[in-house]
């Protein structure tokens, strides 16, 4: 941006010896350079516009999308393990209830009674794989078909002494809470895992507002440099239309054969926008002076203009 002005100085300094057409000439590339930027200026303010709905919307599918799934499924991962304690609970008190059971028993009774059961279906199963798998006559398969028989009913004998049992309706209960723990645990796991999905699709989202906060950010600062240059040509442009009226001053009305030339005036929403933007950017600067924080060669532009202002 320095360079620019430099050269623009010297340029002013010859001026005044070049000649009418080069100074026309000159006034033409000033009015292109202003012109130019000024289209680029609008260029920046349409982007910035567009980054800003992005980031609006972006910001909307994370908070109302991915964030609201993420907290419904934790909030049923919360439920569900207040529920898992619960029946974890509900299994230490029955296992403990079956331990004083067991101590209690008259001889052990009741435990030799389940020993018992599992030995004759131990000796049901081996006795059914020999028919399955070994190659017998007629007679020693009947033989092993009435031991099976006679066994199913020593395990019925020995299950209708125990179903009144106390300890048998314990170890059903038992039975029972350790299969919803199981369903409690899978449920749980496959909650736990959809939460985590949201909850890194909504993640991925807002860095991606981030990074278009970012380059919003580098925009305003461009967009802002971008209006000074086009300002700086603006006024060298008038300075030379100025000399140019003072030369052409008793030869002719340099406007007598043509309209009026229109008078450059900026937007007055895109003046009020960049000023905005660059009072933003002060403040912001002011705040990290004041707290300590290194500077940008920006901020610290803004601030020495602010200081000299």
């Known amino acids: ?76 991962v919360k439920k569900l393990k207040e529920k898992k304690i619960e029946y974890k609970n509900l299994l230490d008190n029955f296992i403990g209830e079956k331990n004083k059971i067991q101590k209690s028993t008259d001889d052990g009774k009741v435990s030799k009674i389940f ?38 009913e020593m395990k019925q004998e020995y299950l209708a002494e125990q179903i009144n049992s106390d300890l048998f309706k314990l170890e059903r209960k038992i039975e029972i809470v350790k299969i919803n723990l199981s369903k409690i645990y899978e449920q749980l796991n496959k909650w736990s895992n959809k939460s985590q999905e949201n909850h890194a699709k909504m993640q991925d989202l807002f860095q991606r507002v981030y990074a278009l906060k970012e380059k919003k950010k580098r925009m305003e600062e461009e967009l802002i440099e971008n209006k000074k240059a086009a300002d700086h040509y603006h006024g060298q442009f008038l300075k030379l239309m100025n000399q140019r009226r003072k030369i052409s001053k008793g030869k002719r009305p340099y406007y007598a054969s043509k309209k009026p030339l229109k008078k450059y005036t900026p937007s007055t929403k895109k003046n009020e ?37």
């Open 273 to 309: 926008l960049l000023k905005k933007l660059k009072q933003d950017k002060l403040e912001k600067a002011l705040e990290k002076q004041k707290a300590g924080k290194k500077l940008n060669l920006y901020e610290a532009r803004l601030i020495l203009e602010k200081s000299k202002g």
């Open 115 to 152: 020993v018992s059961i599992k030995q004759i279906e131990r000796k049901i199963d081996n006795l059914e794989r020999k028919i399955e798998t070994e190659n017998l006559n007629i007679a020693e398969e009947n033989a092993i078909i009435d031991n099976i028989r006679k066994l199913a």
């Open 1 to 76: 941006m320095n360079s620019f002005m430099s050269k623009d100085k010297t340029n002013n300094s010859q001026s005044s010896r070049l000649s009418f057409r080069d100074l026309q000439h000159q006034i033409e590339d000033f009015r292109q350079k202003r012109d130019d930027l000024n289209k680029k200026t609008k260029d920046f303010i349409n982007a910035l516009q567009d980054i800003e709905i992005e980031i609006n919307n972006t910001l909307k599918i994370a908070k109302e999308k991915y964030r609201k799934k993420r907290d419904y499924w934790n909030d049923k």
